[in-house]
């Protein structure tokens, strides 16, 4: 969706080292969610988060929301093989759907 | 495990054939929703049921159509398919009743379509 940019297109990282992805949207969110996607395979569920200013954590997984709710970060530290996926972020409009981004490539080398 | 089954896993198919894709909504869950993700388009929704009935529109084509029945479990049928239409189709579940906010949605593993 064009109303939902993510970046980077794809990284690469060096094993142990930490990366951070942006999901920016130019309107406001009722809701953000963030998935990883194993390249043709479904999606899993990270996180959702829904008030402005909102910071969740899951094991080595941090994603924040901004106090305006507009943007999103997700970030990984000391980054493993088992973070490698693309990760896509969904954006709840209170219209039932998610619209998601076009999803960040994650590669991690050892 | 997301709770959320879909089959077939594989589907080959030729051109101007119809398909029906099957999804098994997460215990509890109400909300059944179907979305399409190809290389050029990304991940597109594409219509949600709530408890058997229609509840949102997104962007699908008039050969496509689905359903919910009674016991939940929903279907997406695709008639006079295209070579366009090769993607991987993902059903996704969630309670429905959106009283404490926005909803998560659980994906299932999705069927992937291609079409000859």
């Known amino acids: 969706s064009q109303e939902l940019e993510q970046s980077p297109q794809s990284l690469i990282v060096q094993e142990g080292k930490n990366l951070t992805i942006n999901c920016t949207s130019s309107?406001?969110?009722?809701?953000l969610y963030w998935y990883k996607q194993k390249y043709g395979e479904g999606l899993i569920f990270l996180m959702m988060?829904?008030?402005?200013?909102e910071e969740k954590s899951h094991e080595k997984i941090t994603a924040k929301l901004d106090e305006k709710k507009q943007q999103s970060s997700l970030h990984i530290t000391a980054s493993q093989p088992s973070h490698a996926g693309i990760y896509l972020c969904g954006a709840d409009r209170n219209d039932y759907k998610l619209s998601f981004g076009a999803g960040t490539t994650v590669t991690v080398r050892a | 495990d997301s709770g959320v089954t879909q089959t077939p896993k594989h589907l080959i198919t030729a051109t101007g054939q119809r398909v029906t894709l099957r999804c098994s909504p997460r215990s509890g869950d109400l909300s059944v929703y179907w979305y399409q993700q190809s290389l050029d388009q990304g991940l597109q929704f594409l219509i949600q049921y709530y408890n058997g009935e229609e509840r949102a529109k997104g962007n699908i084509l008039e050969r496509f159509s689905a359903q919910q029945f009674p016991d939940l479990h929903s279907e997406l049928n695709l008639s006079s398919l295209e070579l366009g239409d090769s993607a991987l189709y993902f059903c996704?579940?969630?309670?429905?009743?959106?009283?404490?906010?926005?909803?998560?949605?659980?994906f299932g593993p999705g069927t992937r379509l291609l079409v000859l």
């Open positions: 309107k406001t969110l009722y809701g």
């Open positions: 988060l829904q008030k402005g200013g």
């Open positions: 996704a579940s969630s309670v429905g009743y959106r009283t404490s906010g926005s909803e998560t949605q659980y």
